[in-house]
């Protein structure tokens, strides 16, 4: 099963979302990130370029860890008193979008 999403700006720039969930092993077992300067492969925590070399991303931030991370950011905004940087209020306006194209395609 493959989903694009396919948007252009007001400045005529084109942004391409490609997913595909026809991926051989187990879930989680990489995303491949395709852009304007490469391709790259995330593995877990680990990160490689297109040709299979490993990228340091050890200055990125405290942890590789994306779920560490994620934890970290939201007790960090409880203490500081403030939303979550990815909180579910931030993305509600992207889910209603989607919710809009969903009708729009079955003719509802």
Do not use: H, W
């Not at 970290?72 to 909180?87: D, K, L, Q, T, V």
Request: charged share 30%.
């Amino acid at each position: 099963m493959d989903m694009s999403i396919q948007l252009k700006s007001s400045t005529g720039a084109i942004c391409t979302l490609s997913l595909s969930f026809n991926n051989d092993g187990p879930l989680g077992t990489f995303f491949r990130y395709i852009c304007d300067n490469g391709t790259y492969i995330a593995r877990y925590d680990d990160l490689y370029d297109g040709k299979d070399n490993k990228i340091d991303v050890s200055k990125v931030d405290v942890s590789m860890n994306g779920i560490e991370l994620q934890d970290r950011e939201f007790f960090a905004a409880i203490r500081e008193g403030r939303e979550p940087r990815a909180s579910v209020a931030q993305v509600l306006p992207c889910y209603r979008v989607l919710d809009r194209l969903e009708r729009e395609l079955v003719g509802r």
